[in-house]
């Protein structure tokens, strides 16, 4: 899983706090937001936004590991 998402990056790219805009991949972690892309929970919410039982629904880059 990526390291901790920066706030510039929460608001600019994730769009935390921006309703259906703000990125379905986003995740709490243990060190803070971090980005499902990549990672085992990527189908799951894939899923879920397929099936259209998530409220957030943006998909706003390819990876937070792809940035840096």
């Known amino acids: 899983m990526a390291g901790k998402i920066g706030e510039d990056h929460l608001k600019?790219?994730?769009k935390?706090?921006?309703g259906e805009a703000c990125c379905?991949?986003?995740m709490m972690g243990g060190g803070?937001?971090?980005c499902a892309k990549g990672t085992p929970f990527e189908?799951?919410?894939r899923d879920?936004?397929?099936e259209g039982t998530m409220n957030a629904k943006g998909d706003n880059c390819?990876?937070?590991d792809s940035l840096n």
């Open 12 to 14: 600019s790219v994730c």
């Open 16 to 18: 935390l706090g921006e």
């Open 24 to 26: 379905s991949f986003l």
């Open 32 to 34: 803070g937001f971090e």
């Open 43 to 45: 189908k799951p919410i």
């Open 48 to 50: 879920r936004l397929a």
């Open 62 to 64: 390819t990876g937070f």
